[in-house]
């Protein structure tokens, strides 16, 4: 009885430990004894004095026997007490050293049990898509078409309609002498580099838009829901977040077949750990970035991605200033076919960076496997967030599967 009792209040804290004494040693002089208030106490023959109270009426004289029961003096952390051999206290038990038992658990005789899970999480994962070999061709070439826009708008622009037929592009080859000729890209980028949109010069304005682009094929958080009933787990991918790329910009995943924004896997939760099974997806994520960035010069241009840099480049005005040019008495004129070749040359230049980005989708995002550790903020056993969750995760771009870093956190 006094060993359950000695190991009961070793373990809730409630005694302190002896820094001199060696287990067992007798001491030297009468030692003093201390409760857990701090209280001295000084041990005798008969039963173990309890501080505090006075001897009873019937005590033998100079007895210091008190009206309570014997039971053990706890002196730094020991439990003294009287063992029947020789009135002599001595020590009856040691404090335990379990400095892995919390002393909330240490109270009990149950080990902890799990918590419940089951219900509807809202999930946060961020993905790193930081690997060159994980893309079909490097970040840079999905976005080559807006970096050549920056740094040489002239020559973008009349490459590209070129190459797209526009009529414009054979007419001006055919009428312009070579020497107007030679100088036609460079009046065009002289033009175009002085024109602004809201203060932002045109080949900045480009190269923003290819910044936001390449970014966005670096890191991604994928916001979904993760329903839990019994050993089963329903995950919903319901949105993106660009934001870790640095454009504040979330997009719902609107408008996509069930199959290809929910799965299903087993779950198991064991203390205060929760383990989710494979599963995957697959996603237009190119897609999405071009949506991202329409949504962001949306915000700060009021217009979209075209009609910026339409607006920006302003074709007529370029077109009238360039017809104008002239050399040794020759003109270049056909101001028609020159807005033609730039406002053409503009659809290009969007359309096949659109098609670029587009063409990145995530054919599997595999999540091999996921575990997190259960937290519970009221204590009523019932899990209120996921903390510290990782996922092992596979991502194929087209080149096969390939390890990307991936977290997650989560709550209800």
Sequence with gaps: ??????????????????????????????????????????????????????????????????????RPSLQLGRVLGHDGRDGAPRVLAEPPHRPELAPALALGDDAPTTMRVDGTYTVRSQIELTVEALLPEPAAALVGTLRDFSQQPAHTLITLADEAGVPAVGTLRAVLPDALEARLEGWIDVEIAGLTLGGVAVPELAASLEAYAETALTQVGIESTLTLDGGTARHRLTGLDLAPAGLDVQLALGGLPDEVVSATAAVTADGATLAVAEHAFALPYGQYVWDALEVRFLAEHGMGVRAALGAAVRCPVVAARVANKCVFGVCVGHQAELTSLCERGLDEVVDQARAKLASFRFDALRLVAGSATLVDDDADQVADALADGAWTAELDAGMGPRSVPATFTATR
Excluded at 46 to 56: D, E
């Design 1 to 70: 009885m006094r060993l359950a009792l000695a190991s009961l209040l070793l373990a809730t804290g409630c005694l302190h430990q002896d820094s001199t004494d060696a287990p067992g040693d007798a001491p030297d002089a009468a030692p003093e004894y201390a409760d857990h208030d701090g209280r001295a106490a000084l041990p005798t023959s008969g039963p173990v004095i309890a501080p505090g109270l006075a001897p009873p009426d019937d005590a033998p004289a100079g007895s210091d026997a008190r009206a309570t029961p014997a």
